[in-house]
């Protein structure tokens, strides 16, 4: 089902293979968009399965509490409608990043954050990305994110990144 992406490779940019060994028994494919809030078409479906999509993550952190906050968006979403969402990855040190023997690099983070475009609320969220990891964060402020990623995610103009409303999310 998961399949490298045909765009990127006819431009020379080089993935993960499917089969890589980076993905063994303490790590998996981690989705960036996920499966399941991606649903709306096969196309859309389809696509979520690229390489170019898929970044190692800890086994329990995938399965356990990163599922549990992607089920609080997609409940979110189908609550009240459009959201603005990025989810990525991140690095302690970009100069001694953790590899598998192959050369695939492991994310030390995963992190999501939401913007409202209609009310311009905010969250954040990360979490260690680590085959034991059991916990995420909870909310924070975008701009924590966006620091700990090094850039803008956000425009301050259309979302409130510096500052967060637990109570406006669930």
Same mark, same amino acid.
């Given at each position: ?7 990127? #490779?006819?431009? $020379?940019?080089?993935? =993960?293979?499917? *089969?890589?060994?980076?993905? !063994? ?6 989705? @960036? ?26 086994? #329990?952190?995938? $399965?356990?509490?990163? =599922?549990?906050? *992607?089920?609080?968006?997609? !409940? ?6 459009? @959201? ?36 311009? *609320? ?49």
């Amino acid at each position: 089902q998961f399949y490298e992406d045909p765009d990127l #490779q006819s431009v $020379g940019i080089t993935q =993960a293979a499917v *089969e890589d060994q980076c993905f !063994n028994s303490d790590y998996n494919r981690g989705h @960036l968009a996920p499966s399941h809030i991606m649903s709306g078409s096969a196309a859309s479906k389809q696509a979520v399965y690229t390489m170019a999509n898929i970044a190692p993550q800890g086994i #329990q952190f995938n $399965g356990g509490c990163w =599922a549990d906050l *992607e089920g609080h968006v997609v !409940n979110w979403v189908a609550a009240n409608n459009a @959201l603005h969402i990025i989810t990525g990855v991140s690095y302690t040190s970009r100069s001694n990043v953790r590899k598998a023997a192959d050369g695939v690099a492991y994310p030390d983070y995963y992190f999501k954050v939401l913007c409202d475009p209609t009310t311009g *609320e905010t969250a954040g969220f990360y979490g260690v990305n680590s085959p034991a990891t059991t916990a995420t964060t909870d909310f924070v402020p975008v701009s924590k994110v966006e620091q700990m990623y090094g850039g803008r995610l956000f425009p301050t103009t259309l979302c409130k990144t510096s500052s967060v409303n637990q109570s406006y999310w669930w």
